[in-house]
């Protein structure tokens, strides 16, 4: 399969793990997508109907797929790609024979692909469902993450971070499963996959839940509501609260952990989505809670509950246990002879299955039963069975601990501390390379998110981002930018306020070797600079007027002759353009071509200021924390409501990077464990605030803005580039303010 149209596909699935009700609503067979788009826009959909938990929906999509794939000979790549969403709904469908015979079918067909990393896939594919001893799969294990360094595509490396983790809390090693589930964490929120980031919270929290860690279990809950809410995809909290409600239970909050199997419960019956795996595993963990509760007779109920969800599934394995637990609360209840049969069913099955443990269980329990009902000799009787089991059991495993010599069990070891070390130093590289993305769940937030998504997937289509200064247009720029297929090209931003009028055709255009320039060299301009990446043209109204009809020339013949050249070159590049101007206003007073405006603003995306969408503000300001943080390696602080309240009582002139520079200022300077109001006093507008009544416009914040301006540039020499660093600004607002307050 040619690499583009496999790298093409990728980038679909990841514009899907973004926003995948947005991507549901792409209509493939408009006309406007070739036979091989709408392949690959049917595809993904079937993947997006799986992550949104349609599972009937996404296996009769993806089986339709299947035959049409299988039937016009496309590569295996494709197949494979569409029986990963196949193997997975039938898997949580619960229906075995499918998944399996799917699971063999994807690994006929890795052996005819060229593809190392989706070979990778099946191979982890396969070792989930198969049958492996402990050792076999620590090797497996151990073999993946070797090979994940070779995984550059994100939608590799998170599909390999997301197995190594659960085969890992498969076998029980937790802390291990943590670190692969935060790696791919990071990785996923510096993509902006939003969809992952939830999937891989709800991976967490249930790891937190197996090591009992409350803090990060509780700051991975309420960030899986958050994005749950930014999603829009209600059916994700039964999970989530599933999950919550585990490491209540293994708190021994039983209590708590009632209330949350409950909340999780409403969820699911108010959902038209069928979950019977999700729903068996609610009703059997929740009537744990209510046994430690002695509310046997509710126990028993869900229970109960759980046994008819099993009646037409061959599970047997699954169907004994409940059974089992269903004979324990029935003792528990005083219904002895029901009880006890159940039991006795159970314990013949396990020991044909020479099941030492669940025997050992058994004997143990009915040991206790028998204590309570004062039949000593019975009890007796169990206690000594239990006893000659558990001798079996550790002659097993004396058995099986001398087949592997003294050097295999070192070498294990050091191969697992290895991996911690590797995916701990990776967690860190990627917390560091983490890149800026527009940040928001207000619905204002979500329009620009979306808008930007749909930005992304046009690769001709230029851009437009209106905003006041400081709402992150080039922030938003970049997030269009890495999110389309050109993002391994270059990012070219270009300051238009900070290039001098006579310079703005040599800057562009670039210019030839010769006698009429005068150099010895050629130098590339900006359109050339940007190849077939992106440009984007920060503060596009301090354009002269003369150079717009030169720039709108060569955007219309996408080509352009540089200076003291004859020959033409070629437009390649997207164009994103930004203003903080009135548009209109521009046109009117001819400070900007129409034509040129018509251009540039194919797509156009509009910013609102920071006090337009104060709901956003706690999560900007937890996201500020968490880097600053990480960068000063401080305890994330704890921030009351009335820091809040107060921060959304200011009117943010700077707007979203006035809000950065203050949460960056407090850690540096008056850094808390606890922040709440007060500790803005230390910052000036807040004081200046406070002290004036709360209006700074009207105490003459002009002159206050010019002052500034002049004190940064006497302590930098007149700088321009470090007095806006000084400033928290961009150098663009810096240099519009210098012309505008006729700073010299």
Known sequence: MEKERLEAVLHQFLLMYRDPVVYMAIAENNGGFDADEVICIRMVKAKALLCMYKLESAAEAAGELYAQLKQDKHPPELQILNLFTLIRAHQDLGNPHSMK????????????????????????????????????????????????????????????????????????????????????????????????????????????????????????????????????????????????????????????????????????????????????????????????????????????????????????????????????????????????????????????????????????????????????????????????????????????????????????????????????????????????????????????????????????????????????????????????????????????????????ETEFFGFGAGQLTGITEDRPGYFEQAGEGTLFLDEIAEIPVEFQAKLLWALDTKSFTPVGKDNRIPIHCKIIASTNHDVLELIKTNRFRLDLMHRLNTLEITIPPLHERLEDIPLLVETFARNYARETTRRLPQIRDSFYDRLSSYKFPGNVRELKNIIERIFILYYQPVWNSEILDNVDAFRRNKHLGGSLIEHNIKDLDKERIIEALRKTGGKQKTAAKLLNMSESTLCRKIKRYHIK
Request: glycine fraction near 4%; hydrophobic fraction near 40%.
């Open 101 to 504: 015979s799917y699971s063999e079918e994807a690994n006929i067909l890795a052996s005819t692909c060229e593809n190392d990393m989706l070979k990778l896939l099946v191979e982890c594919s396969l070792t989930t469902f198969s049958a492996n001893t402990l050792l076999d799969e620590e090797e497996r294990i151990d073999r993946i993450a070797d090979q994940l360094e070779n995984a550059e595509h994100p939608f590799y490396r998170l599909s390999v971070l997301n197995w190594l983790a659960f085969a890992n809390r498969k076998n029980r090693k937790y802390d291990l499963a943590l670190s692969f589930y935060s790696a791919a964490y990071e990785l996923s929120r510096q993509h902006g996959l939003s969809l992952s980031s939830l999937e891989i919270c709800l991976g967490i929290l249930a790891s937190c839940a197996n090591l009992k860690n409350l803090e990060m279990g509780e700051e991975f809950y309420a960030l899986g509501n958050r994005l749950i809410a930014q999603l829009r995809l209600p059916v994700f909290e039964a999970i989530l609260n599933f999950n919550y409600a585990m490491l209540k239970y293994s708190l021994q909050d039983y209590k708590a952990a009632v209330h949350f199997f409950q909340k999780c419960l409403q969820v699911l019956n108010s959902s038209e989505l069928k979950l019977p795996h999700q729903l068996f595993d609610v009703y059997t963990h929740l009537s744990r809670a209510l046994n430690h509760l002695d509310m046997g007779e509710q126990a028993l109920h869900y229970q109960l509950l759980a046994e008819k969800l099993l009646t037409d599934v061959g599970d047997t394995e699954r169907k004994v246990l409940l059974g089992a637990n269903i004979g324990w609360s029935l003792l528990e209840l005083g219904r002895w002879d029901e009880g006890l049969k159940r039991l006795k069913e159970a314990e013949r099955f396990y020991r044909k299955q020479d099941n030492l443990e669940m025997q050992i269980n058994l004997s143990r329990g009915l040991a206790r039963h028998y204590r309570k009902r004062q039949d000593w000799v019975r009890a007796c009787a169990m206690l000594r069975r239990a006893d000659e089991l558990s001798s079996r059991q550790i002659n097993v495993l004396q058995r099986f601990r001398s087949q592997m010599s003294e050097n295999t069990l070192k070498h294990i070891l050091q191969d697992s501390k290895a991996v911690q070390a590797k995916y701990e130093s990776l967690l860190n590289e990627v917390s560091k390379r983490q890149a800026e993305r527009f940040i928001g769940n207000s619905k204002a937030a979500k329009r620009v998110i979306d808008s930007a998504v749909l930005a992304s997937m046009h690769r001709d289509a230029s851009v437009l981002i209106q905003g006041e200064s400081g709402t992150g247009k080039e922030v938003l720029a970049r997030m269009i930018h890495y999110g389309s297929p050109q993002k391994n090209l270059p990012f070219v931003s270009v300051n238009c306020a900070a290039i001098s009028p006579s310079l703005f």
